[in-house]
């Protein structure tokens, strides 16, 4: 059994209402579920992703508010990619981002795609890789958002940059547990360090992809807003589910156990540079509990938070989204 692809890809942010600004005004993403950290019911988690809230498009967002910035380093997620059709479309993003006062590197090949690296406002590395025609696992359905063609829509995401101060101990849980294989490498942008390796998982391709980068020079990262939490790997089915749950319990690596989501099934470890992976079943899905017309325009709570939802809105900070 194999792993699909990405699933989602969770961040932190201070300020819920600016980042609901940048992710749906400006880089056009459809928010797919307004609901609250179930780890902390008092604040809340904010889905973006596709026109369906497809698996393997969702970038999402616990909010806290006051959360002091990330300090880049190593033990990482150092970078989300976000998937484009074309190089047309990096072309198209460049000069949309600076209409709105932010800057962008220069388009740039990464893994033999080409790229364009920016930040938000909170400074999560942002990148755009154009998919141009390449092959593996399917992009998502553009969301329709004034001011953007569907053609230059973002599609989903692309590969995760995880920099470690040692890739080896993150290769052998990419392929010795989680069954990735090495598909590349490529030179380094930040300088004379070992070059960028590539793995896949699945049909492969940009949605598959996790790159890791070696940085012995850094400090540890100590995150805060604009970092990046965890990402999320897709499982197809529950059967499968407790097929990972039997194999993660017996690497004995740190992990949660069987944790529903309601709209997935999770499993989250720890690999041994620290980073936070998860295992996350494609079904439910994220309209079991909306329809898929209206999805993210109330706030949703789980089948076993509802009864507590006075409770919950009371303690809720009023949010303007």
Known sequence: MELLGLHHVSLLTGKAERNFEFYTKILGLRLIKKTVNQDNIESYHLFYGDAKGSPGTEITFFDIPGLGRTHPGVSSISSTSLRVKSSDSLHFWKNRLAQYGLSSEEVTVRAGRETLAFQDFEGTKLILVADNEDTGVAAGEPWKVEGIPLEHAILGLGPVTLTVANAEPTIRTLTDVLRFRK????????????????YATGEGGSGAEVHIETRPDLPRERLGRGGVHHVAFRIPNEEEYEHWFTKIRQTRLPNSGK??????????????????????????????????????????LPAFLEPKRSEIEANLRPLDI
């Open 183 to 198: 598909v590349g490498s490529y030179p380094s942008l930040a300088g004379d360090f070992p070059e960028v390796l590539v």
């Open 259 to 300: 944790v529903d989501r309601y709209y997935f099934k999770a499993l989250y470890f720890r690999e041994p540079n620290g980073i936070l992976f998860e295992l996350s079943t494609d079904t439910p899905g994220f309209d079991v509990d909306e329809p898929l017309e209206t999805l993210g325009e109330k706030l949703a």
